[in-house]
T-cell receptor, first 114, second 114 residues
Framework: DTEVTQTPKHLVMGMTNKKSLKCEQH?????MYWYKQKAKKPPELMFV???????INESVPSRFSPECPNSSLLNLHLHALQPEDSALYLC?????????????FGPGTRLTVL | SQELEQSPQSLIVQEGKNLTINCTSS?????LYWYKQKYGEGLIFLMM?????EEKSHEKITAKLDEKKQQSSLHITASQPSHAGIYLC??????????????FGKGTKLSVIP
């Protein structure tokens, strides 16, 4: 299995809702990432998990809460989002090798906040 | 922080023509990655370059890293409509705790006219 899967593909939520995005990989990768991508912009890093521990939090608002239940799964819990949080949310994983650190990306979740 | 500048920002070519996309870094590159993205989808890993002077090819796409490791180019030979998309270069930045961070350029939008 050489892919990263993300669910759901599309999500529409109100500002008072609580929802979660899910990401899964079975490549034995030990680093997992969440990115946010606005239209016509490159992806912006939000969080990094290394060996299931949060290693980077790029000053993301607390309404985004990441969780890594095990080495294959990554969740992003959403609560009280704002319309400006509407974006494509991408998950990625990598091997965490000293030589090869290419990240493999999932197809993304298109989030719309009303 | 590392900054990557891509040029051109957009490119329209006739099918069958060759083209080159450039990526210039403000700092020495220790890992340079090329990705392709279709609108609203995830990033597809193309190639990784690490050594000065390195060149890699896959099908009709060739990527090079210059000797000084501050510039990379992506060359497509005999372009096809399937090559259309946004090409992103990304650079490795070690963030500590065994994790790496990818910094992306702003992307080059390629359109191929049949």
């Amino acid at each position: 299995d050489t892919e990263v899967t993300q669910t759901p593909k599309h999500l529409v939520m109100g500002m008072t809702n609580k929802k979660s995005l899910k990401c899964e990989q079975h490549m034995g990768h030990r680093a997992m990432y969440w990115y946010k991508q606005k239209a016509k912009k490159p992806p912006e890093l939000m969080f990094v998990y290394s060996y299931e521990k949060l290693s980077i939090n790029e000053s993301v608002p607390s309404r985004f809460s990441p969780e890594c239940p095990n080495s294959s799964l990554l969740n992003l819990h959403l609560h009280a989002l704002q319309p400006e949080d509407s974006a494509l949310y991408l998950c990625a994983s990598s091997l965490l090798s000293t030589q090869y650190n290419e990240q493999f990306f999932g197809p993304g979740t298109r989030l719309t906040v009303l | 922080s590392q900054e990557l500048e891509q040029s051109p920002q957009s490119l329209i070519v006739q099918e069958g023509k060759n083209l080159t996309i450039n990526c210039t870094s403000s700092k020495t590159l220790y890992g340079l990655y090329w990705y392709k993205q279709k609108y609203g989808e995830g990033l597809i890993f193309l190639m990784m370059l690490q050594k000065g002077g390195e060149e890699k090819s896959h099908e009709k796409i060739t990527a090079k890293l210059d000797e000084k490791k501050q510039q990379s180019s992506l060359h497509i030979t005999a372009s096809q409509p399937s090559h259309a998309g946004i090409y992103l270069c990304g650079a490795d930045t070690y963030s500590g705790a065994g994790s790496y961070q990818l910094t992306f350029g702003k992307g080059t939008k390629l359109s191929v006219i049949p």
